[in-house]
């Protein structure tokens, strides 16, 4: 009966290529950028929470997003504090005094202690929740997009530097793994699971488990050739270096022209798309001495093209909203006032929360293993 449940309900689902995925997250991170409204902050949290509660699968690095979730809400409360203690006074409307004290005149615009006001700590709680919104769009991602796919889907030029980043990327994931197996453990032997001695008691397996794990995956990098290059004259890699360092600085030219006014119009737009193309020629050279193969790619169909535009729109919608209408995206602190929702932002907001249906159902063997256990759970 198992298989033949198997076999019904595949149907279309299948796994979504994980730079779809990434692309929707960095869309939603960079509307989280451009504003700082804790309206609109608090939504696309929402709609993050939203598509990774409807599309997320049953395996080990999905679990992450409760994770960053923690993180964001501990920036918040550090923000906070250091506005407390440290940071200047905005405002009339006093909420109570910390006692103080006296810094040298060097020590001019830092202060210790003081008045704090209300208008000083909402902008402190706005600030910390842009950057737990972007830090928490980040966790989905990691929580949707399969790392070991992700590695797939890298170019062969980038192959190396992309294992590097793959690699950090499941950092987290993994010693949430590591820190809940140990949890397990030491609940089975009826030993504390909280506390400063839980935490010392976990820290060995954990530290254990992390140098076992490295050493395992510097084995299989050394076993499937990692690193090999194919033969290449002087004068090719001369030619790639050249390309890909004026990329590098026209690109870096090219992004402050944009960002500083009065610079003239030759280094801005131009000197960053020719230090974009400098660079992706660069890279499709060097692809050419990478040897590597790749079995089965993921595909980029419809749900990817919709996944990723869906992130792309959102970010365009913040964006141009932010340009023509800047007074809805900052909200007033002095006075407190009520934040403002932009029509425009709504909509992207609403395009940003089509991946929970747009996307496919993930592989069902992990629906069907969640299902086994509830069964099991409920004989017992």
């Not at 060995?204 to 690193?227: C, F, H, K």
């Not at 290449?232 to 870096?252: D, E, P, W, Y």
Request: proline share 7%; charged share 15%; with cysteine.
């Amino acid at each position: 009966m198992r298989t033949a449940l198997q076999l019904g309900a595949r149907g279309s689902a299948r796994w979504l290529h994980p730079g779809a995925w990434w692309v929707w997250a960095l869309g939603l991170a960079t509307a989280a950028s451009r504003t700082l409204n804790p309206l609109l902050l608090v939504l696309i949290i929402a709609v993050a929470g939203t598509v990774v509660s409807a599309r997320k699968p049953e395996a080990p690095w999905a679990r992450s997003f409760m994770f960053f979730a923690k993180l964001g809400a501990v920036i918040i409360v550090v923000r906070v504090l250091v506005q407390l203690i440290f940071g200047a006074a905005i405002g009339t409307t006093t909420l109570f005094t910390l006692p103080g004290l006296d810094l040298p005149e060097w020590m001019a615009g830092v202060r210790l202690g003081g008045p704090v006001t209300l208008e000083s700590l909402l902008l402190a709680f706005y600030d910390g929740l842009r950057l737990a919104t972007i830090i928490m769009c980040v966790g989905a991602a990691n929580s949707l997009a399969s790392p070991s796919r992700l590695l797939k889907s890298v170019p062969a030029a980038l192959y190396e530097v992309g294992v590097s980043v793959v690699v950090a990327l499941t950092f987290t994931p993994q010693l949430i793994a590591d820190v809940t197996r140990v949890q397990s453990a030491r609940h089975l032997r009826g030993r504390a699971t909280r506390g400063p001695r839980a935490i010392a008691g976990a820290a060995m397996p954990v530290l254990e488990g992390a140098l076992e794990r490295s050493v395992i995956l510097a084995a299989a990098m050394d076993s499937r050739g990692y690193g090999r290059r194919s033969d290449m004259s002087t004068q090719q890699k001369r030619i790639n270096a050249g390309l890909l360092t004026f990329g590098l600085v026209a690109a870096c030219i090219g992004t402050y022209g944009l960002v500083s006014a009065g610079t003239p119009w030759f280094l801005s737009a131009p000197m960053l798309l020719a230090g974009l193309g400098s660079s992706l020629l660069a890279i499709s050279l060097s692809a050419r001495n990478a040897v590597r193969s790749r079995y089965r790619p993921d595909p980029w169909w419809a749900p990817e093209w919709a996944v990723a535009g869906a992130g792309v729109a959102i970010a365009a919608c913040f964006i141009s909203a932010a340009w023509w209408l800047p007074s809805g995206f900052s909200t007033q602190v002095d006075p407190p006032t009520w934040p403002a929702l932009p029509a425009l932002a709504v909509i992207g907001l609403l395009l940003a929360l089509t991946p929970a249906i747009t996307a496919p159902e993930v592989p069902r063997m992990y629906a069907l293993r969640a299902s086994d256990r509830e069964l099991a759970g409920a004989s017992s």
